[in-house]
């Protein structure tokens, strides 16, 4: 009889250990992401005047282009942060490694926006910011993997795409929150004052919500030894040959990955790139991409709730599609009619699309790995992609319009990427674990 009940109580543990989080868990985690990014996102909206205070030049090319390599900084550290503090939450848990990369995160955007200006300090001015920037990009590549990792394992599995979800969502809003912060600023600030020490305000309005965000990490339980439903068991393989074994989806997720970093960065240039191409106002560069990063929040949890319904499938291979036949015609409006319109629907309907299948990617990839290696391995994938493509394709597009003329070049640089992304979405095989069945759209779970 004792041991009966004692069966009948561990069985009890396992199932409330087995059951999803409530769901207040997945924003908590959710929060801390978007506040992570919304400080490194930051830099890239406010390149110009960051430009001028660091890094003074003959010419505006010049400063920003000086600007641009110092936000590529802190793409350069990103892997070393994907593996340092992705095995740290492989081995010792989740909630330690995203409490460590906030507070990483939390020093280095204070240190940023404290530095005195290249008239006052001299050389010491870009020096500090480029280490600033690279202790944000070694932070900010071990916080995708274990965040993503922690979304996963925490929800149901009819709900766990709309859950990774949030993962994509919460970088739109940080990228919509910017935008707004810049429009603000720029309605509030002339022009001057807004290269002096503005953009120094945005990043203090981050740093300001750090004891929020480590408060609320604090506080999340673990997930790291919670039993998977659909898990295969893997205790006796080394970590290594797990690798191995799953290198087709590290290999796929690497291009698809790739492909969309390049085509975020594109993105995020629209702020700079509507000033100094296109030379229309702060505040209209602003606020469109603040609008098209708002869309791109709502459809990338829209596609989430849709996966979960309908199967991953279409939500991985659709959108992009949708992307590479409209990116170039919209691109093509903003450019011949330069207006407010064409600026902000182009741009709305761009991260419209690009939100979509947020989470059908994250969730596809993160699902594939076993647990034991799922937070390093996405990190690195993450960051990987990112390293050698988020950090210079700004550059790239700012080279390519300067010394061809061409206001398109950003567009056909999209273009292409997006082709190389679209292949590799299409070989991505369906892993979703329960769908409800809907015989006109789903496609089975291979």
Known sequence: MVCAAEGATLAALGAAESRP?????????????????????????????????FFPSKTGYGSLMLSLATFGAGFVTRPLGAIVIGTYADRVGRRPAMMLSFTMMGAAIVVLALIPPYARIGIAAPILAILARMVQ?????????????????????????????????????????????????????????????????????????????????????????????????????????????????????????SAATIGNYVFNYMVTYAQTTLHMTPGLSFLASALGNAAGVASAIYGGWLADRIGRRPLLVWPNLAYLVL??????????????????????????????????????????????????????????????????????VTWLIHSTGNPMSPAWYLFAATIVGQFALMRLIERTPVKTPSPALAKPSQ
Do not use: C
């Open 327 to 396: 990116v170039l015609p919209l691109y093509f409006w903003i450019i011949a009619t330069r207006s407010a319109l064409a600026l902000i629907v182009g741009t709305t309907v761009l991260g419209f699309l690009t939100g979509l299948n947020g989470g059908a990617f994250f969730a596809t990839i993160t699902e594939a790995l076993p647990q034991r290696i799922r937070g390093r391995v996405f990190a690195v994938v993450y960051a990987v992609s990112i390293a050698f493509f988020g950090g210079t394709t700004q550059l790239v």
């Open 21 to 53: 989080l409530p769901r207040r868990f997945v924003v908590a985690a959710t929060i801390g992401n978007a506040l992570e990014f919304y400080d490194f996102i930051t830099y890239a909206f406010f390149a110009i005047q960051i430009g001028h205070a």
């Open 137 to 257: 990009g070694f932070s900010l590549g071990g916080e995708v993997g274990p965040t993503t990792a922690y979304l996963l394992e925490a929800a149901p599995p009819k709900g766990r795409t709309l859950a990774v979800a949030w993962q994509a969502a919460s970088q739109n809003f940080a990228s919509a929150l910017g935008g707004f912060v810049g429009v603000g600023l720029s309605s509030v600030m002339a022009p001057a004052a807004l290269d002096a020490y503005g953009w120094r305000v945005a990043f203090l309005l981050g740093a300001a919500t750090l004891p929020f965000g480590l408060w609320v990490r604090r506080g999340l339980p673990e997930t790291l030894h919670r039993p998977q439903p659909t898990a295969k068991t893997s205790a006796a393989r080394p970590a290594m040959a797990l690798i191995r074994d799953h290198r087709r989806i590290i290999v796929l997720g690497l291009a698809a990955m």
